[in-house]
C-alpha cells in the first residue's frame, strides 16, 4: 500500500466556519507533511511532522492548526480562514531511517478548499 | 533563502525529447526529486539524485551537478500523456533534524501531435 488518503476531496467553507481536513497513511512512515498548493504553483510547505511531533511551522498563520494524533493520521483544523487561503491543501509522508537518502514523499490526492 | 529555479512553459512534440532544467540554491543539500503533476492530481515521484550524474528510469533520465547547483530531467520518446506539470524539489540540509522537500517553480509541458 503506497497510498496517501485525503479527505474531503473537496471543501467549501464560509469565513467564520471551522472544519478540518484529513490525511491517513498506512506505510509506516514517520514523517508527515501539510502543503499548500495554489493554481499554476509548485506545492507551498506549511507543516513537518516527525514522529508525531511538530517539527517545522513555516510561518503559518494561526488560522491552520495542525495535529497528529497517531503514528498513521494528520489532521489540519481550520479556522476562521480568509477567501485567499483557497486552494489544494496536499498532504505527504516520507520515511525518516537515517542514513537511507532515497527517501522520497508520497502525497495524497489533496483537498481542494475555496472559502467563501 | 532557497531558490529553487525552473521554466515556466515548455512546448514539445509527440516523439521528440524535451529537458527541462532546474537551478537551485539552498541552504545544504541531501537529494533532488523530480515530480510529475497532472492538472488536478497529486505530485508523482519520477526520479531522485543525491550523487553527481545521470540516473535513467525507462523514457527518463535525471542528470545532477551538485558543484554547479545544477540538475535537469530528460524525457524520451514523448508522450502525449506527458503534458504535465514537472516539479523540481531539493530536500535541505536537516537543520532542524527533519528532512523538508522544497519545490521548485514548476514546468508546464505541452506535449503536440
Known amino acids: 500500500d503506497t497510498e496517501v488518503t485525503q479527505t474531503p476531496k473537496h471543501l467549501v467553507m464560509g469565513m467564520t466556519n471551522k472544519k478540518s481536513l484529513k490525511c491517513e497513511q498506512h506505510?509506516?512512515?514517520?514523517?508527515m507533511y501539510w502543503y499548500k498548493q495554489k493554481a499554476k504553483k509548485p506545492p507551498e510547505l506549511m507543516f513537518v511532522?516527525?514522529?508525531?511531533?511538530?517539527?517545522i511551522n513555516e510561518s503559518v498563520p494561526s488560522r491552520f492548526s495542525p495535529e497528529c494524533p497517531n503514528s498513521s493520521l494528520l489532521n489540519l483544523h481550520l479556522h476562521a480562514l480568509q477567501p485567499e487561503d483557497s486552494a489544494l491543501y496536499l498532504c505527504a509522508s516520507s520515511q525518516t531511517v537515517a542514513g537511507q537518502m532515497n527517501t522520497e514523499a508520497f502525497f495524497g490526492q489533496g483537498t481542494r478548499l475555496t472559502v467563501v | 533563502g532557497q531558490n529553487i529555479d525552473q521554466p515556466t512553459e515548455m512546448t514539445a512534440t509527440e516523439g521528440a525529447i524535451v529537458q527541462i532544467n532546474c537551478t537551485y540554491q539552498?541552504?545544504?543539500?541531501?537529494?533532488l526529486f523530480w515530480y510529475q503533476q497532472h492538472a488536478g492530481e497529486a505530485p508523482t515521484f519520477l526520479s531522485y539524485n543525491v550523487l553527481d550524474g545521470l540516473e535513467e528510469k525507462g523514457r527518463f533520465s535525471s542528470f545532477l551537478s551538485r558543484s554547479k547547483g545544477y540538475s535537469y530531467l530528460l524525457l524520451k520518446e514523448l508522450q502525449m500523456k506527458d503534458s504535465a506539470s514537472y516539479l523540481c524539489a531539493v530536500r535541505p540540509s536537516r537543520g532542524s533534524g527533519t528532512y523538508k522537500y522544497i519545490f521548485g517553480t514548476g514546468t508546464r509541458l505541452k506535449v503536440l501531435a
Open positions: 511532522y516527525s514522529y508525531e511531533k511538530l517539527s
Open positions: 539552498t541552504s545544504g543539500f541531501n537529494g
Open positions: 506505510m509506516g512512515h514517520r514523517a
